[in-house]
């Protein structure tokens, strides 16, 4: 993360972790609705 924040990253590797992170934030959103289905707190 310190070549990201620095803007070291190829951008090949700025692709790569844009889509980590937007990854990341999909499963959040879906673990947090199969909580709710379930009746559980995150």
Known sequence: MDRNNEGLLQESEREELEALVELSERLS????EALQILGRQP
Do not use: S
């Not at 959103?29 to 947090?32: I, M």
């Open 29 to 32: 959103l879906v673990r947090g």
